[in-house]
């Protein structure tokens, strides 16, 4: 696309304060004494929104990206009507990511993890691109990263648990640069991201960093940056479920960029996230106001992780406690966390759909439950501006009138495989 020029940009650490410039695919400073996340510092203070024919770049002021990619889509805002209404808000705002052409959405796999992919893969150097990116994803975030190097024919190994790939489906036959290994039914996410780490261990693989990625979290915060665009103002609640809270550390880190930006208010909008009963382990932290992740039987957590409808809300390990990671930002903004049942997931998701016109997806049920309910429990004014994060949707339109195609797996793995069983089978059976 013309009149592309990357923004210039310096990586700080967040632990001790210093930068460097963007090389070698930095997930985290090496001299930092203890964990902690690194942040773009861009040259460009204030956001200027590019022409929407850019797609997701329109907001490429603030990604670290070297180049765009083809097919890319950005989340829409709109004031709801019909759902505020019912609840008696004034000023509501969705912010949508996913398939509602009527608003202007068009993602192909109906995700905000395309906001992630497009990001993180427009980052990768030439020479990287002569390797293999790995990602380990519980189900969307393989299906976005999938559709993205198939379009554009980069590289790519997902590491999925088994029970999840029903999530890999597309509207046509990906390129064969796309593969994917999976850990064995009965496994979880946690277990696919163990997969994926040994892999990386592997030569001419390379790992896409997860939250560490300033490009995933960057990617993400366009959800932010198209709802605070949209309203005119920074919001001053921010509504969304979490699996490793990665988004919404996103959003924080868009808030505080835009309070340099000047033009859109003053405030930190307060992080109302939720998660999927019985699956809770950051409800649990936080309950207790504990910088560290308390306890978690792995048995256990893979059984309450079976039981949750929004599977990819379903992580063992999330950025909680490390610098700058998701306890910092409910911190910073005097966040809170909301534990929402199936049941009530399942209710909310239908309302949202008989209301606002389009089906979402099990995780932005969960946070529109959340907002149901601090709403009945007086936690939110009725004229503030709110921000619905819709995280996934229109899944069901998109699927009524296509012919899908499945990514199957390459290669099953226990869930105990050994490096040298695993390195054997992988040089056998993967050919890029």
Same mark, same amino acid.
């Given at each position: 696309?013309?009149?592309?020029?990357?923004?210039?940009?310096?990586?700080?650490?967040?632990?001790?304060?210093?930068?460097?410039?963007?090389?070698?695919?930095?997930?985290?400073?090496?001299?930092?004494?203890?964990?902690?996340?690194?942040?773009?510092?861009?040259?460009?203070?204030?956001?200027?929104?590019?022409?929407?024919?850019?797609?997701?770049?329109?907001?490429?002021?603030?990604?670290?990206?070297?180049?765009?990619?083809?097919?890319?889509?950005?989340?829409?805002?709109?004031?709801?009507?019909?759902?505020?209404?019912?609840?008696?808000?004034?000023?509501?705002?969705?912010?949508?990511?996913?398939?509602?052409?009527?608003?202007?959405?068009?993602?192909?796999?109906?995700?905000?993890?395309?906001?992630?992919?497009?990001?993180?893969?427009?980052?990768?150097?030439?020479?990287?691109?002569?390797?293999?990116?790995?990602?380990?994803?519980?189900?969307?975030?393989?299906? $976005?990263?999938?559709?993205?190097?198939?379009?554009?024919?980069?590289?790519?190994?997902?590491?999925?648990?088994?029970?999840?790939?029903?999530?890999?489906?597309?509207?046509?036959?990906?390129?064969?640069?796309?593969?994917?290994?999976?850990?064995?039914?009965?496994?979880?996410?946690?277990? $696919?991201?163990?997969?994926?780490?040994?892999?990386?261990?592997?030569?001419?693989?390379?790992?896409?960093?997860?939250?560490?990625?300033?490009?995933?979290?960057?990617?993400?915060?366009?959800?932010?940056?198209?709802?605070?665009?949209?309203?005119?103002?920074?919001?001053?609640?921010?509504?969304?479920?979490?699996?490793?809270?990665?988004?919404?550390?996103?959003?924080?880190?868009?808030?505080?960029?835009?309070?340099?930006?000047?033009?859109?208010?003053?405030?930190?909008?307060?992080?109302?996230?939720?998660?999927?009963?019985?699956?809770?382990?950051?409800?649990?932290?936080?309950?207790?106001?504990?910088?560290?992740?308390?306890?978690?039987?792995?048995?256990?957590?893979?059984?309450?992780?079976?039981?949750?409808?929004?599977?990819?809300?379903?992580?063992?390990?999330?950025?909680?406690?490390?610098?700058?990671?998701?306890?910092?930002?409910?911190?910073?903004?005097?966040? $809170?966390?909301?534990?929402?049942?199936?049941?009530?997931?399942?209710?909310?998701?239908?309302?949202?759909?008989?209301?606002?016109?389009?089906?979402?997806?099990?995780?932005?049920?969960?946070?529109?439950?959340?907002?149901?309910?601090?709403?009945?429990?007086?936690?939110?004014?009725?004229?503030?501006?709110?921000?619905?994060?819709?995280?996934?949707?229109?899944?069901?339109?998109?699927?009524?009138?296509?012919?899908?195609?499945?990514?199957?797996?390459?290669?099953?793995?226990?869930?105990?495989?050994?490096?040298?069983?695993?390195?054997?089978?992988?040089?056998?059976?993967?050919?890029?």
């Amino acid at each position: 696309m013309d009149s592309f020029k990357p923004t210039k940009y310096r990586i700080e650490s967040l632990l001790s304060g210093s930068t460097c410039e963007d090389s070698n695919w930095i997930l985290e400073m090496p001299d930092d004494e203890k964990p902690a996340l690194i942040r773009a510092r861009y040259a460009n203070k204030q956001l200027r929104l590019k022409n929407p024919k850019f797609g997701l770049y329109q907001f490429a002021d603030w990604l670290p990206i070297k180049r765009i990619l083809e097919n890319s889509s950005a989340p829409i805002t709109y004031k709801s009507e019909m759902l505020a209404q019912k609840l008696g808000l004034q000023n509501l705002h969705i912010t949508f990511s996913g398939y509602f052409p009527e608003k202007g959405a068009t993602m192909r796999t109906c995700s905000f993890k395309e906001t992630e992919a497009y990001s993180v893969c427009a980052r990768l150097s030439d020479e990287q691109l002569n390797n293999v990116l790995v990602v380990a994803s519980a189900g969307n975030t393989a299906r $976005a990263f999938a559709q993205v190097c198939s379009d554009n024919n980069i590289k790519l190994l997902l590491c999925v648990p088994e029970d999840n790939i029903e999530s890999l489906w597309f509207e046509k036959p990906l390129n064969k640069c796309v593969k994917l290994i999976v850990t064995k039914s009965g496994s979880d996410y946690f277990d $696919a991201i163990h997969l994926s780490n040994i892999v990386c261990g592997f030569e001419g693989f390379f790992p896409e960093g997860g939250a560490k990625n300033i490009a995933r979290r960057d990617g993400m915060a366009t959800t932010m940056l198209s709802a605070t665009t949209s309203i005119g103002h920074i919001p001053d609640y921010y509504f969304q479920a979490i699996g490793s809270g990665t988004g919404a550390i996103a959003a924080w880190e868009a808030n505080l960029r835009l309070l340099e930006d000047g033009r859109f208010g003053n405030n930190k909008m307060r992080l109302l996230l939720s998660q999927n009963k019985p699956f809770l382990p950051i409800y649990e932290a936080w309950k207790q106001q504990s910088r560290e992740m308390l306890p978690y039987d792995s048995d256990q957590a893979r059984c309450d992780a079976s039981k949750i409808d929004a599977k990819v809300l379903s992580n063992r390990k999330p950025p909680y406690a490390l610098v700058g990671g998701l306890f910092d930002a409910l911190t910073d903004t005097k966040g $809170a966390i909301y534990a929402i049942s199936n049941e009530e997931a399942r209710v909310a998701g239908e309302l949202f759909e008989q209301l606002e016109g389009i089906d979402i997806h099990p995780a932005a049920a969960v946070a529109t439950a959340s907002l149901i309910q601090a709403v009945e429990n007086g936690a939110i004014d009725n004229h503030s501006r709110i921000m619905l994060n819709i995280t996934g949707g229109g899944e069901k339109r998109f699927k009524s009138d296509r012919e899908l195609f499945f990514l199957k797996p390459d290669i099953v793995f226990e869930t105990n495989a050994e490096a040298d069983l695993i390195a054997s089978e992988i040089a056998e059976k993967l050919h890029f």
